[in-house]
């Protein structure tokens, strides 16, 4: 199993340029998130989809938008990148069952993104 | 503001040593998660432990919950070399909004 599979690894955007970060996972989860983290700042949530068709804003979600695509696939895309977006992206993806009982999360790798 | 908070934010010790990390939250939770981070890359999952439990054990790993004071601890014993990395907790709200919330984590250096 892949597991949580973000792509690209690493990527560079001009200020104004937009991009759109692609995250999937093959567990089945019905929740998947993203996240930021900054040196000294931990993960800080940007959005997250509890199960196919909602998305929900986290922590700090200005400047970027969500589309959960299907259950397997969540991205991130940034409309107009601004230098206090270069940050590690995460994705990650967990299950909440029926009694609200709770998986542990998966994460991919993370996207490194530098805006210029 | 961020659900949960570790303490310290940076520990060094002896190989060998035990390495006691702590986090404190604020509002009613589910369930507690510790995950673990190396260097650049993305967390695993260490342990989870829920709002009913009190104590966890995995391996060398000892997590405890207080739900009265709303904190948690991860005790690594006998640590070794290979544990060098940053250690998060994290934790899901017992109402409302289902998201996972991490704290700014314990960084926490073995060394040799």
């Known amino acids: 199993n892949a597991g949580v599979t973000q792509t690209p690894k690493f990527q560079v955007l001009k200020t104004g340029q937009s991009m759109t970060l692609q995250c999937a996972q093959d567990?089945?989860?019905?929740?998947m998130y993203w996240y930021r983290q900054d040196p000294g700042m931990g993960l800080r949530l940007i959005y997250y989809?509890?199960?196919?068709?909602?998305?929900d804003k986290g922590e700090v979600p200005n400047g970027y938008n969500v589309s959960r695509l299907n259950k397997r696939e969540f991205s991130l895309r940034l409309e107009s990148a601004a230098p206090s977006q270069t940050s590690v992206y995460f994705c990650?993806?967990?299950?909440?069952?029926?009694?609200?009982?709770?998986?542990?999360?998966?994460f991919g790798q993370g996207t490194r993104l530098t805006v210029v | 503001s961020q659900q949960g908070e570790e303490d310290p934010q940076a520990l060094s010790i002896q190989e060998g040593e035990n390495a006691t990390m702590n986090c404190s939250y604020k509002?009613?939770?589910?369930?507690l998660q510790w995950y673990r981070q190396n260097s650049g890359r993305g967390l695993v999952h260490l342990i989870l432990?829920?709002?009913?439990?009190r104590e966890k054990h995995s391996g060398r790993l000892r997590v405890t919950l207080d739900t009265s004071k709303k904190s948690s601890s991860l005790l690594i014993t006998a640590s070794r070399a290979a544990d060098t990395a940053s250690y998060f907790c994290?934790?899901?709200?017992?109402?409302?909004?289902?998201?996972?919330?991490f704290g700014q984590g314990t960084r926490l250096t073995i060394n040799p």
């Open positions: 990650a993806s967990s299950n909440l069952g029926a009694t609200a009982r709770y998986t542990e999360a998966f």
């Open positions: 432990i829920r709002s009913n439990e």
């Open positions: 509002t009613s939770i589910n369930n």
């Open positions: 989809s509890a199960s196919e068709g909602t998305t």
């Open positions: 994290a934790t899901l709200r017992l109402q409302g909004a289902q998201k996972l919330v």
């Open positions: 567990m089945n989860h019905n929740s």
